[in-house]
């Protein structure tokens, strides 16, 4: 649980780290599926020279959409853990979704960006888990404090995106320095780069959006299904069989929602399902 204080940091911020969340044991036996994960995602390829352009940033990079079902055993359980859920239920309501969980090898640095933009009052998130200890230097997560909020990050979108400032001039960042266990978790509006040439970066990450109903807020609602549509079509079926047929008390509501929405259990199967 996030106490009140990690709570206001992250809806004045739009993010907040939890140092040391997992223990070490733990995140050494996570670190280990995931490679092994990634390399079955690969077809048992060992991890190609990723590429990077001129700039440093990603050129290609593994990206495993959703990326649970390669180890059902290791990966599930996060998604059982009152330590990484209970916080996305008291930032976006005890009737939250769980969209999608991915595995990521980058392959060097990311501009400046946002992810999934929900309307005012509506917030999409994630939760980050980073693998290897990264500093400055190593490529960790820069991000842009308050940029969730709509009239700073209209103003960096004009200033980032349109006269081409250089990354790191950008002196309002906060880089969030980590060490595997800590937890990071984010509003998908938040600007958020990694400005390095370092390629290998592994994460993990679990994606939720607050839920929205058509008599509550209609605007609200109308976004969710074309977010939850987009998704669909972006990334393939969200849910195994096998994810829902094991959920418990507090996997099954938040897979449920999006169920009840018509989404989760359609679309093209993209990974690894049922085997």
Known sequence: MLTPEQVNHFQTYGFVCCRKLLNESYMA??????????RSARGGAECPELSQDERGFSASRQQVVPFFDYDAESFYPLLDDDRIMAPFGQILGD????????????AGGTAWHTDAVAPEGMTSMRAALYLDPLGTDDGCLSVI???????????????????????????????????????????????????????????IHINCCQNASKSGNLEHYQWLHRFLEGETRSWGRFYSDQLIRTAG???????????????????????????
């Open 249 to 275: 008390l507090r996997r099954r509501p938040m897979i449920d929602r999006a169920l009840d929405h018509g989404f989760g259990d359609r679309g093209p199967v993209t990974h690894r399902q049922d085997q």
């Open 145 to 203: 404090p308050g940029s969730h909020h709509t009239p700073y990050r209209e103003a960096l979108r004009q200033t980032i995106d349109h006269l081409g400032i250089a990354a790191d001039a950008v002196t309002a960042r906060c880089s969030i320095v980590n060490e595997p266990g800590d937890v990071l978790f984010m509003n998908h509006k938040v600007y958020h780069a990694s400005l390095t040439s370092r390629a290998g970066r592994r994460a």
């Open 95 to 106: 009737d939250f979704i769980f969209t999608l969980s991915e595995g990521i090898i980058h």
């Open 29 to 38: 036996s996570l670190s280990g599926a995931f490679d092994a994960a990634m």
